[in-house]
Every structure is written in structure tokens, then in C-alpha cells.
């Protein structure tokens, strides 16, 4: 059977509670159409890169499903009716991730160290501390109009 990623995007103003039941629902869509969501990962509420019908926030949530196409195109038909949900894209993979996705890991951010390795740039781009390169005789000789 295909095995698919799928991620939606539901409103700020609903609540987890909410969110949860819209997610059971498109779970039992995926049942009655003999597939099953093996892994459901709720991402919280995150912000958006751009406003999408008026909201600036949304509730993300991955479900990662083994089932046949036509299931997913019932899904998928759900959440275009569904006025609660933004957003939505599914893919088709080749396996599906083992253990916590992307998102749910900890940020490699903090093993960045303090970046303390540029030392102080100063106001103004940090030019100031550079040695002027001494003049050669050529550029006196054109300052001067001889040559």
C-alpha cells in the first residue's frame, strides 16, 4: 500500500480540543477507506510566514498514513469542504519516518556556540579598525596630473 505524508493547517482560533476531534474525523475517513494513519503528530500552534485567510497563526498537524490513493483523495475533498482548515499538502514517500519528524526534535540552533569568533565589528561595519593601505608612486604621480 502508498504511503503518504500528510500536514494540514487549521485556524488560530480553534482549540487543541478542536483540533484533536478534526483529526480523529480525517483518521476515520482514512479507517473506513482501509487505510491507517500510523504515526499522528500534533506541532502546536506556529506562526505563519504570511497571513492566509486572515490569520496570522495556525494549528499544524502531520499524520503519516499508509493508504490507497483514492482515500487520500477523499480526505482531501474533506478538508476543502472543512471551513477550519487552511491549508493542506500530502506526499507520497518512499518509507515513512521512524521516531519524532522534524519538527518535533530539538533545534540544532544551540550547538552553534556564541558566535563569539567575529570579534567587535564596532558601529558602522567595523571598517575603522583596518590599516589603510599605503599609497603607491603610481597613484601620486595621477593625483598630481604628471606621468
Known amino acids: 500500500m502508498p504511503l503518504y505524508e500528510h500536514v494540514y493547517l487549521a485556524r488560530q482560533d480553534l482549540s487543541p480540543q478542536q483540533v484533536e476531534e478534526l483529526t480523529a474525523k480525517l483518521t476515520g475517513v482514512i479507517a473506513e477507506g482501509g ?6 503528530e500534533y506541532w502546536g500552534l506556529k506562526s505563519l510566514s504570511y497571513r492566509i485567510n486572515k490569520n496570522r497563526k495556525a ?11 483514492p482515500v487520500l483523495t477523499e480526505v482531501e475533498r474533506q478538508e ?13 514517500v518512499e518509507e515513512l519516518e521512524e521516531g519524532p519528524s522534524a519538527m518535533m526534535r530539538k533545534s540544532d540552533r544551540d550547538d552553534r556556540g556564541d558566535r563569539g569568533d567575529r ?19 603610481d597613484d601620486n604621480a595621477d593625483a598630481s596630473g604628471e606621468e
Open 59 to 69: 494549528h499544524m498537524t502531520l499524520l503519516n498514513v499508509e493508504a490507497p490513493g
Open 35 to 40: 487505510g491507517k494513519v500510523t504515526k499522528s
Open 119 to 137: 570579534g567587535d565589528r564596532g558601529f558602522g561595519g567595523g571598517r575603522g579598525d583596518r590599516e589603510r593601505r599605503p599609497r603607491r608612486d
Open 80 to 92: 476543502r469542504i472543512n471551513e477550519d482548515v487552511l491549508r493542506y499538502l500530502t506526499i507520497r
